[in-house]
């Protein structure tokens, strides 16, 4: 769907195009299809690190180890991990921040509290009811690297009556709206997302006016922000 959308996109016309990569692209083949039409192209959030284009990212790498470091300072010393696709950049950046600050925090990684390539909250409700109901050792907080799978984790501790954040620490990724009105009130990330689109924006519009298709690329970054909510304040 994502190639299709692309040579639609092409078959308008278009003047440049702006792109986040889908949970489900497993490589940037496709941007070719951009490039070998010299159609400007910025990528944000999910991007190709390795492809010589325009990107806008947030720092994801450094601010998932301060969420490990949140939870160490809030007394939370098993941590499990659910985590995107790690084939896209921006969530190989979050679990390499995560591994990262345990090792910075003197916590051990246990392999069978990560579990990568969970796209749904559905999918974060069934690890984490697997977690607490076939395992006699269990995490006493999970990160997650979407808000929507936190919620999925929060609905599954509901469920088998685990306190949060007493008993276990929660906390997911991008601040979305619902973060702030569930209960217990979920610690996020904010992205600035408004920031990212501004500045992807910017550049497209520069490139398009400049008519220079091959200049000097160049990676933007935008400072995320973790928010301390109740389900982490133990």
């Known amino acids: 769907k994502e190639i299709d959308n692309i040579r639609a996109l092409i078959n308008s016309q278009v003047s440049g195009i702006l792109m986040s990569f889908s949970n489900e692209t497993d490589n940037s083949n496709h941007l070719r299809i951009i490039t070998d039409n010299n ?135 991008s601040n979305d709206t619902f973060s702030e009105i569930i209960s217990p009130s979920l610690t996020s990330i904010e992205q600035f997302p408004q920031e990212i689109g501004s500045n992807a924006a910017k550049i497209l519009i520069n490139i398009i006016e400049s008519e220079n298709v091959d200049h000097a690329k160049k990676t933007i970054l935008i400072k995320s922000k973790l928010i301390a909510r109740d389900s982490s304040n133990k």
């Open 39 to 173: 159609i400007p192209l910025v990528l944000f959030d999910r991007v190709d690190n390795s492809s010589d284009i325009d990107c806008i990212v947030n720092d994801d790498y450094q601010i998932s180890k301060n969420v490990i470091d949140h939870l160490t300072e809030k007394g939370y010393k098993n941590i499990a991990f659910i985590c995107g696709p790690t084939n896209l950049s921006v969530y190989k950046d979050r679990l390499n921040g995560f591994k990262n600050g345990l090792n910075s925090n003197n916590l051990k990684m246990k392999k069978q509290w990560m579990f990568e390539g969970i796209k749904t909250k559905g999918e974060a409700h069934s690890i984490t009811l697997n977690l607490f109901n076939n395992n006699n050792e269990r995490p006493d907080a999970i990160f997650c690297t979407g808000d929507t799978l936190a919620l999925g984790v929060i609905t599954a501790l509901k469920e088998i009556n685990i306190n949060i954040p007493d008993e276990v620490g929660v906390v997911g990724y």
